[in-house]
């Protein structure tokens, strides 16, 4: 098997400290075992599929998955041999690293399907192997975990729904989007999910389909750019990916019962 890792000397001044972050390309010999682990460990698999055994709860983790596996616990993670996994992964430690934990509820979670989070670990690793010194790394990893336990909060959120984590996982997306460019068809793709499907879970669960809530965030956007900017009404349709500037001052007017310029005034 190989592995592109990078290490740091363990700095026990640090809040956040970052031990390894690496990539694993696996095979049937790969196995870890750690009792009563020194640090946590939090990983992606980029394709195969393998175990986690964390205290007698088991795991596969494949494609699209993440594990998080806490310091203070029995660690136990093997590749499948037919299948074996390829993962980026970070193992770090620290106070800081334990209240984030803690202040968004994740002591207790293991195991994530997030294919869309996979951007946040080639941070980690980007970081690693950029950044000119250990306390550089530590202290951008920590702001990159903070986002990630951020997003794998909402996911803790997503259980608890009726119908699932789907309808929960596309409104969290569309809350957190920044560019407003994107049609369903996109985050579909990155979701790994059908168009289809994600439409019939988004009406169910919140009684309107994903397109017609992505309009409203929009325009919701809207009416704070016009309250709390000075933008023009045609920069604010631009930033909020509207191609045509009559067909956005239309359709806030008839959300809002005025027009973009008589909002402003009002």
């Known amino acids: 098997m190989r592995e592109d890792i990078v290490s740091f000397a363990e700095n026990k001044d640090m809040p956040f400290r970052v031990l390894m972050c690496g990539i694993s390309y696996c095979d049937y010999s790969y196995r870890i075992e750690r009792q009563n682990s020194e640090l946590n460990v939090i990983e992606y698999i980029i394709s195969g599929t393998g175990t986690v055994n964390d205290n007698g709860r088991i795991f596969n983790p494949r494609e699209g998955d993440i594990y998080f596996l806490k310091c203070g616990e029995n ?23 334990s209240k984030i934990t803690e202040c968004y509820n994740l002591e207790k979670e293991i195991y994530f399907h997030a294919p869309e989070l996979k951007s946040y670990f080639y941070e980690f690793y980007d970081i690693s192997r950029s950044c000119i010194g250990a306390k550089a790394v530590c202290e951008q990893s920590s702001v990159v975990f903070l986002r990630l336990a951020q997003r794998l909060c909402e996911y803790c959120k997503d259980k608890t729904s009726a119908r699932g984590s789907v309808a929960y996982k596309v409104k969290n997306y569309i809350d957190d989007m920044t560019d407003y460019s994107q049609k369903l068809d996109d985050i579909a793709q990155k979701m790994s999910y059908s168009k289809n499907h994600i439409i019939r879970e988004f009406k169910a669960e919140f009684g309107i389909a994903p397109y017609e809530y992505m309009l409203r965030r929009r325009f919701e956007i809207a009416g704070s750019l016009l309250k709390n900017t000075a933008y023009s009404v045609s920069e604010i349709s631009e930033k909020l990916g509207f191609c045509d500037t009559g067909y956005f001052s239309g359709q806030f007017g008839i959300r809002y019962g005025a027009s973009p310029s008589e909002y402003r005034k009002k």
Do not use: C, M, Q, V
């Open 75 to 97: 660690h136990l993670y093997y590749s499948d041999a037919d299948e074996p996994w390829t993962k980026i992964w970070l193992n770090f430690s620290g106070r800081l690293a």
